[in-house]
Structures are given as structure tokens and as C-alpha cells.
């Protein structure tokens, strides 16, 4: 029987890459651009809603807060129901609350009602996403997972541009209603690509070969130990932890910098763009590297740190080097520690990236809650020395962590 299952999947023809990932990348942008463009339109929406940073930090933190409740739960959910049935729930629920989050919060406590829903969407369809390109039987596994990383800093580019684009313009709850219909195209792309009899097909071969050879419960518990992925999950808070303050103040800082508000979210989008570069450089070298994935990501978020260190330094100028770095270097170690993590758990990716992103959710849920408290009581410097200490912590738990993935 299991000579049966393999000759299928070395027969079978292969999951078309392209549509996969796009779908993939689609997908990921959104449902976390929620959460991202509250932290982009923070000037826009605190002043409509009349709270402080520190109160503001709250609405941040629910998006990621909600996510981190529920990683682990609807990682197991994803290996139980597939990929293609809980990524169609997730954006479902995505354009729903993010339509009437548009129309009717009224309130901040509305707003951050929406977001805890839209965080919880967001979680289901990152680890459903993540067993997906597991089970697509994609030739470059590093790459793809590279290209789908990309999607949490095309997401800030997206928040970014929509500063000067709607929020100055037509107000910030259009942002929302053009994110509802981003992620209903997204939802159309994936029921074609995930849904599609090639993907459908080499998810089950690959389930049917695992409990073929013996391993019959494979797809619901990974291979990595307990302690290894809770381990990657606190390297994932750290690290996380920087990227949420980027995402969350880098508009705040710029304007505090010396910044107009519409060059502060355009240079927040230019940011994202060099993460998103650097992250299909780094995925496009990640299948041939010697060198272990884990090790990568704590190199480059060390080299985040000092950008992240110089914009605690008030000037313009500065600002918009120093953010660059931030972003180039310290935005990139997501694309080795989920390569390291999915390549070690083939078969069991959404429950073992439903561990390990709870300690991600963990970073940017908890981030915005310090950083806007630091913010009011310390201002920006201190805040910005916090978030590289932080992150230099994450970068040597990394390289610690790096034999076990």
C-alpha cells in the first residue's frame, strides 16, 4: 500500500507554484492588513476617537492579541478541516468585519471589537496558509516561503500608501473598505489556486502516505518537540516585538521626527518595500544556504537593531535612513525562522506554525502596549532604545535556537 501512495506522488503532476503562492500571498495580506493599517492611521483615527497612545496601544494590541489566543487552537483546526476550508472562513470573516468596522464603530471600543474578531481571522488563515504550501509539493519550499513572508510587509506598504491616499484624503474607514474588497479578490484567487484538484490532491497523497508508512497521526502533531517550538515561539516574540513597533509608530515617529504625516506613511511604504525585497533575496538564497536558517535570522535582526537604536534620535534625515535599516535587516528573520519551522514539520506545518506564531502574536500583541506607554511617559527615544535591546535579545535567542531547526 505504501509503494501505492508513493508511485502517486512521483507520478502526479505538481501543484502550478505561481497560483499557489500568489493565492498564498494574497491571502496573508488580507487578513493581517487590518491590523496594520490601525497602526499606519494612527494620527487619523486617535484624533477622531480622542485617545492617548497609551490607550491607542490597546486598540494595536487587540488585533494581535486575539491572534495569539488563538494560534494554537486553529493550527490543529487547519490540519483537521484542510487548508482550503478554514483560508475560505478566514477571508470571509476578514471582508465582513472589516466592512462593518467601516460603517458602524463609532467608538474605540467598537473599533477594537473589530479587531479582535479580525485578529482571530488572521490567525486561522496564517497557519492554514502555511500547511497549504506544505502540502502543494512546491519545488522550492525556501522560496515560496519567502514570497509569502512578503505579505506582512506588503500589507504595511498597502497601510502606508493609504495615509496619504485615503485616510488625508476621503477619511481612514475607506482604507477598511478597500482592504474588504482586496480580500474578497483574495478569496476568489484562493478557492481556484488551494481549491484546485492538483493542490486538493497532493494534500491528500501526502496524508495517505504518512499514515501508509506508520505515521497515522502525523498530521496532527509535529515532529519538533514541544520545547523546540516553544523555544522558536519566544524568538518569534522578541523579534516580533521590533516589528510591531515599526509597524505601529514609524508614521508616529516620523511626524515627531520632524516629518510631514503624508511623508511619514509614504516613507513607512518605501520601508516596507525594502523588506519585502530583501525578505525574496533572502528566500531565493534559503534552499541552497549552508548556513542554519535560524542563525540567518538572528545575524540580520542583530543588524536591525542598530537602525531601530538610531531613530531614537530626533532628526529627519536620520529617521528615514534609520528606518530603512529597521525594516531591510530587521523584517527579514521571518523568512528563516517559518522556512526552518515548516521545513522541519513537512507534514504537521499548521499545528507546529500555530506554536510558533503564537509567540510572534505574543510579540506584536504585548508591543504596542509598552511601546505606547513608554511613548506617553518617555517619549520616542527611550522607546526606540527599549525596542533594539529587546530585539538584540531576540537575535541571541535565535542563533541559541538554531541547531534544532
Not at 317 to 342: C, E, K, Q, R
Request: hydrophobic share 55%; glycine share 12%.
Amino acid at each position: 500500500m505504501s509503494l501505492m501512495f508513493i508511485g502517486l506522488s512521483i507520478v502526479s503532476e505538481p501543484a502550478r507554484p505561481s497560483l499557489v503562492i500568489n493565492a498564498a500571498v494574497a491571502s496573508t495580506v488580507s487578513t493581517v492588513l487590518p491590523g496594520f493599517l490601525i497602526g499606519a492611521m494612527s494620527v487619523q483615527v486617535s484624533a477622531e476617537m480622542g485617545v492617548s497612545e497609551a490607550v491607542y496601544g490597546w486598540g494595536l494590541g487587540s488585533f494581535f492579541g486575539s491572534a495569539m489566543l488563538g494560534s494554537v487552537l486553529l493550527g490543529r483546526l487547519a490540519q483537521r478541516i484542510g487548508p482550503l476550508n478554514q483560508m475560505t472562513l478566514a477571508l470571509t470573516v476578514s471582508v465582513l468585519v472589516q466592512l462593518a468596522l467601516a460603517a458602524i464603530a463609532r467608538s474605540f471600543v467598537a473599533v477594537i471589537s473589530f479587531l479582535v474578531v479580525a485578529g482571530l481571522a488572521n490567525a486561522a488563515n496564517q497557519t492554514s496558509v502555511n500547511l497549504a504550501l506544505a502540502q502543494a509539493q512546491l519545488p522550492r519550499l525556501g522560496l515560496a516561503v519567502s514570497i509569502k513572508q512578503s505579505g506582512l510587509p506588503t500589507a504595511t506598504l498597502l497601510a502606508g500608501f493609504a495615509v496619504p491616499g485615503l485616510a488625508l484624503t476621503v477619511g481612514w474607514r475607506w482604507a477598511y473598505v478597500g482592504a474588504a474588497l482586496f480580500a474578497l479578490a483574495a478569496l476568489g484567487l484562493v478557492r481556484s489556486a488551494v481549491g484546485s484538484p492538483r493542490v486538493q490532491d497532493a494534500g491528500t497523497t501526502a496524508a495517505a502516505t504518512a499514515a501508509a508508512t506508520g505515521a497515522a497521526t502525523a498530521a496532527a502533531a509535529p515532529e519538533s518537540s514541544s520545547q523546540d517550538l516553544l523555544a522558536a515561539a519566544a524568538v518569534g516574540a522578541c523579534l516580533a516585538f521590533s516589528a510591531g513597533s515599526l509597524n505601529a509608530w514609524g508614521v508616529g515617529s516620523g511626524v515627531d521626527a520632524g516629518l510631514g504625516q503624508g511623508t511619514a506613511g509614504l516613507l513607512l511604504s518605501v520601508g516596507a518595500a525594502t523588506g519585502i525585497t530583501l525578505r525574496l533575496v533572502g528566500g531565493w538564497l534559503s534552499d541552497t544556504m549552508r548556513i542554519l536558517p535560524f542563525k540567518v535570522a538572528g545575524f540580520t535582526a542583530a543588524v536591525g537593531s542598530v537602525g531601530m537604536a538610531a531613530l531614537a534620535v530626533r532628526s529627519p534625515g536620520l529617521h528615514v535612513a534609520a528606518l530603512l535599516v529597521s525594516f531591510g535587516a530587521g523584517w527579514i528573520w521571518p523568512v528563516f525562522t517559518n522556512y526552518g519551522v515548516v521545513r522541519t514539520n513537512p507534514l504537521a506545518a499548521g499545528a507546529a506554525t500555530g506554536v510558533t506564531q503564537m509567540g510572534v502574536y505574543v510579540g506584536v500583541f504585548v508591543s504596542p502596549l509598552v511601546t505606547g506607554w513608554l511613548i506617553e511617559h518617555s517619549g520616542y527615544p527611550t522607546m526606540w532604545l527599549v525596542v533594539a535591546g529587546v530585539t538584540l535579545t531576540g537575535a541571541a535567542l535565535a542563533i541559541r535556537t538554531s541547531n534544532r531547526f
